[in-house]
């Protein structure tokens, strides 16, 4: 049977109770959004989605007071980061950024800086993946900026940055802060409130443990009145007008929801706020500590980030001297039929920044809430069988 350590690119199993309630909302349910009459089933839907960003809104520290209007739903972060960065970003303002983010990140605001709309800073973090604070603070110092966005914690080495801290400098100098919670949304706490975010773009399938085409946006409101929509049509209210309203949650949400998605998400929400972020990073860390320490005795492997647990996630990308990362990795899912991922994991900066983008990338493990110390083991013991083979020539 295969063991699933790809949990940065989604995590897997999901909680009984998420497909359950995708498969009753499509057979038992199923009404459009604001579509239809005030019939049981239509009110049914729209109760679902409120409570679904009334859930989204308490996980995040109360965003706001907890306003569901200001969450936003979208079909993953990559779409959020979007929505914002190009609903926000003007001719002539100034973005900072880091070096360690993703594509989801990376790729629209290199395209607006392409276009002459934004003059773009990268901030190089260090070989761990660190963003240092000090050097923030001296660029943001230097040259004012109309906003900056980060990724909380890296997709490739798990490396979590110091957000109380970025977040009071960007505070200290008025520039509004979008987060990229991609891997960290669900897993750590996060006080959205402290830490004065500006938008917080989370994706449901991965740490919130809900399905993939799921994810949103928390606003601050006065933010989301200064970003302009760039998806119009129907929104189930204020039909009488031919112009996009710009009340809330409306102004974002043209078109049809991923409503099972959404469904899910609840569910996945309702176990999350059960169980406790709290209980789940802590499991993730000892089963975490457990390969790291197993993967630091194996011979001719590369590990690149943090070589502990503390200020990371439990997620490593691995090279291997003399070998491929990408055949060890075809390798260990023939035998002992463990699912990793090969690559660059669409992090080429990020790769840079840690030094494996000449490798091609890396082998990266990631460990998730329902794997298991056998698991672990498993995947130690494979690793050692394969390194122990002779190098091809």
Not at 188 to 203: G, K, N, Q, R, V
Request: with cysteine.
């Amino acid at each position: 049977m295969a063991i699933y350590l790809n949990n940065a690119a989604t995590s897997w199993p999901k909680p009984e109770a998420v497909p359950k309630a995708m498969y009753d909302f499509l057979t038992r349910g199923g009404a459009n959004l604001a579509r239809g009459t005030a019939a049981k089933r239509d009110l049914s839907t729209m109760d679902m989605v409120m409570c679904c960003r009334e859930n989204i809104a308490k996980l995040f520290d109360g965003f706001h007071d907890g306003d569901p209007r200001y969450v936003t739903f979208t079909s993953n972060v990559t779409e959020s980061l979007n929505v914002v960065l190009k609903g926000f970003l003007k001719k002539g303002m100034r973005v900072v950024t880091s070096s360690m983010e993703h594509n989801a990140s990376m790729r629209p605001l290199r395209r607006l800086e392409q276009k002459g709309v934004i003059e773009l800073s990268v901030i190089e973090c260090d070989g761990e993946g660190i963003l240092h604070p000090e050097d923030l603070h001296s660029v943001m110092k230097g040259t004012p900026f109309d906003l900056m966005v980060f990724t909380h914690a890296s997709n490739i080495c798990g490396t979590i940055q110091d957000l109380p801290a970025i977040a009071s400098i960007c505070s200290e100098f008025g520039v509004p802060l979008v987060l990229d919670s991609a891997q960290t949304a669900g897993l750590i706490p996060i006080s959205s409130s402290e830490m004065d975010l500006a938008a917080l773009c989370f994706t449901g399938h991965k740490g919130l443990m809900g399905p993939q085409g799921t994810g949103g946006i928390l606003w601050r409101p006065d933010f989301a009145e200064k970003v302009d929509w760039f998806i119009e049509g129907g929104t189930g209210s204020f039909s009488h007008l031919e112009f996009q309203p710009d009340m809330m949650p409306d102004k974002f949400e043209a078109g049809t929801p991923n409503l099972p998605g959404i469904a899910g998400l609840l569910a996945a929400t309702e176990w999350l706020m059960k169980e406790s972020i709290e209980k789940i990073h802590t499991r993730e860390e000892q089963l975490g500590s457990l390969l790291l320490e197993g993967l630091k005795k194996l011979p001719g492997i590369k590990l690149a980030g943090k070589m502990s647990m503390e200020g990371r996630l439990p997620v490593f990308p691995l090279n291997f001297h003399g070998r491929d990362h990408a055949e060890v990795a075809a390798h260990l899912a023939e035998d002992p039929g463990i699912e990793t991922r090969p690559g660059l994991h669409c992090a080429p900066a990020a790769h840079k920044t840690i030094g494996t983008l000449g490798d091609g990338g890396a082998m990266r493990i990631s460990v998730g809430y329902f794997n298991t110390e056998e698991e672990i083991n498993t995947c130690i013991e494979g690793l050692e069988k394969i390194l122990s083979m002779p190098v091809e020539a």
